[in-house]
Structure formats: structure tokens, C-alpha cells
């Protein structure tokens, strides 16, 4: 299993993002996942998160801006990002408890995706 990110690219500040998160290989669905991100020179940090009842948690600098749903018919879960700005510019990963077996989970990380805003 391997999840794959997608969406990211260059947009100017005010303007919005979708990222998408999806594991290939087989597998029985996504338990909790989140998006993370890591500037350049920064520590990775913790972007949201969704668990697997949809309960949803930001960081203060996203909230009311970024959005993390998910979509458990296409295993995938995604991050609305709106009225961008300069200092969101990172490379986004996703971390998802995919559900590997009947009664097994492990934890995977994406190799992330580069979202940069110009101002």
C-alpha cells in the first residue's frame, strides 16, 4: 500500500488548492488520516486531521480557511485549502491508519506534495 497525494502546484495568495489523498494496493479502506506540512528550514507540522466518524481538528493557522473531508466510497480524503497566503507554501503530506487487513492497520505517509503561493 502506498498513498498517493495529488493537487499541489503554484497559485497566487487569495486564491484555493484541493489536495487529494488516496492509497493504492489492496486494502480495506482509511481509519484516521491527516495532512501535514514542512516549509523549508521548518519542522513538519500537524495541518488537520479526520477521524474515521469525521471528527475534524486544525491547526489555529489554517482554521476557517483549510477544510479536511473525506470521501470513504472513493478511500479518499482530501484538503480544501482557501484564500491562500505566502506562508502556506510547503510541501503537504498525508498520513493515513489504512486498514490493511480484516483485523490489521499500519500507519503510511505520502512523499508529499509542493504547494506554493506567490504574493
Known amino acids: 500500500v502506498q498513498l498517493v497525494e495529488s493537487g499541489g502546484g503554484l497559485v497566487q495568495a487569495g486564491t484555493s488548492l484541493r489536495l487529494s489523498c488516496a492509497p493504492s494496493?489492496?486494502?480495506?479502506?482509511?481509519?484516521?488520516a491527516a495532512w501535514y506540512r514542512q516549509a523549508p528550514g521548518k519542522e513538519r507540522e500537524l495541518v488537520a486531521s479526520?477521524?474515521?466518524?469525521?471528527?475534524?481538528n486544525y491547526a489555529v493557522s489554517v482554521q476557517g480557511r483549510f477544510t479536511i473531508s473525506r470521501d470513504n466510497a472513493k478511500n479518499t480524503v482530501y484538503l480544501q485549502m482557501n484564500s491562500l497566503k505566502p506562508e502556506d507554501t510547503a510541501r503537504y503530506y498525508c498520513?493515513?491508519?489504512?486498514?490493511?487487513?480484516?483485523?490489521?492497520?499500519?500507519?503510511?505517509w505520502g512523499k508529499g506534495t509542493l504547494v506554493t503561493v506567490s504574493s
Open positions: 498520513n493515513a491508519n489504512v486498514q490493511i487487513l480484516i483485523n490489521g492497520a499500519m500507519d503510511y
Open positions: 494496493g489492496r486494502h480495506y479502506g482509511i481509519n484516521s
Open positions: 479526520i477521524t474515521w466518524d469525521g471528527i475534524t
